[in-house]
């Protein structure tokens, strides 16, 4: 209880300061941005947009309820050490004093882990509170903090009511927004737009529907590049990258020029902006490996909707190829983790000639289903021994999919042990 009443003590400190901060950039543009995946693309890719208009500053690995305040301070945590606290602490009030650096826009990830203080949305609108609110998405990524406001047992069911209150834990953000805001919303997904009654502002609706003002016409992933073909006021927009990007990129980027539209920022300005655009790093790059092998690191995270994108990506990419899939645990899904994982099965056997498998869930749920379908399964509980395993298994015709949670299973160390330029490292 001591430890809890501190940490708010200290979260309330750091909030107050931030809002303080804020207050000397009262003229700047606040973009928030929320969904269970894809926030930090839409954030970058805004950014890209907005620099040819002025000054930006975005959250960078920051969206949380002590990380947001931290980066309106341009305070930056060391190790989250008591001592390191302590020194934040400490530096905050000279922050105030000394910091006086102008932007034009903020733009700010807003992640919610649950429904309850300090994690909700509601804490975070307590620090900032923006004008122009982006909505990506709901899933069942951290979803274990609402597991115990769902009783049904049935697991389709509990996901689907899991996903619908986090669609409305997040969807708060679009309602905090008076009638001189600008929400982006994708419309693809009911339990978002259920919603959308309530909300005041002026809605800019994103989506494949037909109904989306700013439409998904198109998303054409080959092994060349990926090309979007987006619709607005009966004029037809693409969108075209030498990456391999995911077919989600297409509301990212959808989202990111109706932000600019909001803005005054028309869409072929936005299109010639986001032409320079690169994924961030373990989010679907693209890399070279060893023995003329290539490689998607997608290591920075994993979701049920994410981790089966990536499968079918695979699949479509890699058709002539030796398709690889070395794949971690999912996790902070709470009691959703089994179904999940046992889904995960089905979905790797769609989509890959082998798969490695490392965690206890997916050894727990995955590992078994796929035996019994006699998939060509392996699973290591030590990477060292995985690494070595991938070694062997690699040619020049393999095409190799990395994709985990971050949390506890760093993946990004088998993409490092099979790189063909070891200087690629620094990009994972």
């Known amino acids: 209880m001591l430890k809890k009443f501190i940490s708010s003590i200290i979260l309330e400190y750091f909030r107050l300061c931030a809002r303080l901060q804020l207050r000397k950039n009262r003229a700047a543009t606040i973009i928030g941005i929320t969904g269970s995946a894809g926030k930090t693309s839409a954030r970058l890719a805004i950014v890209q947009i907005l620099k040819t208009r002025g000054v930006v500053k975005h959250s960078s690995h920051a969206n949380s309820e002590s990380g947001i305040p931290l980066n309106i301070l341009d305070l930056h945590p060391l190790s989250y050490s008591s001592l390191d606290w302590l020194r934040l602490i400490v530096l905050a009030p000279w922050q105030l004093l000394t910091n006086w650096d102008r932007y034009n826009y903020y733009v700010v990830e807003m992640g919610i882990d649950s429904p309850n203080y300090p994690k909700n949305m509601d804490y975070l609108l307590s620090i900032v509170h923006p004008h122009i609110a982006m909505v990506l998405n709901a899933d069942l990524s951290h979803s274990g903090r609402f597991d115990h406001l ?102 990212t980027f959808a989202g990111a020029i109706a932000v600019g539209t909001a803005m005054g920022i028309s869409p072929r300005v936005s299109l010639e902006a986001l032409s320079l655009y690169h994924s961030p790093a373990g989010r679907m790059r693209t ?50 983790s089994k179904l999940a994982h046992k889904q995960l099965a089905d979905w790797v056997d769609d989509s890959c000639d082998e798969v490695l498998l490392f965690g206890d869930l997916i050894h727990e749920y995955t590992l078994p289903v796929l035996q019994e379908q006699q998939f060509s399964v392996h699973h290591f509980a030590r990477m060292s021994d995985l690494i070595i395993f991938l070694l062997s298994r690699i040619t020049s015709n393999s095409l190799v999919l990395i994709k985990g949670s971050q949390n506890h299973i760093l993946l990004e160390r088998a993409v490092e042990a099979i790189l063909a330029d070891p200087a690629d490292a620094k990009n994972i």
């Not at 699949?315 to 899904?333: P, Q, T």
């Open 150 to 251: 769902v009783r049904d047992v049935n697991p389709t069911r509990r996901a689907r009511k899991l996903i619908n209150l986090i669609a409305k834990e997040k969807m708060k953000l679009a309602l905090s927004l008076n009638q001189s805001g600008v929400v982006v919303v994708n419309i693809d997904q009911a339990e978002l737009v259920s919603e959308l009654r309530g909300v005041k502002a002026r809605q800019i609706t994103i989506g494949k529907s037909v109904r989306a003002q700013f439409r998904i016409v198109s998303a054409r992933i080959t092994s060349v590049g990926s090309r979007f073909t987006y619709g607005y006021q009966s004029q037809k927009y693409e969108l075209k990258f030498n990456d391999i990007l995911s077919p989600s990129y297409s509301y």
């Open 287 to 336: 890399f070279k490996g060893i023995k003329g092998s290539n490689i998607i690191d997608s290591t920075y995270n994993a979701n049920p909707a994410g981790m089966q994108e990536a499968l079918k990506l695979l699949a479509s990419l890699g058709a002539k190829k030796h398709k690889i899939a070395v794949i971690g645990d999912m996790r902070e899904l709470g009691l959703s």
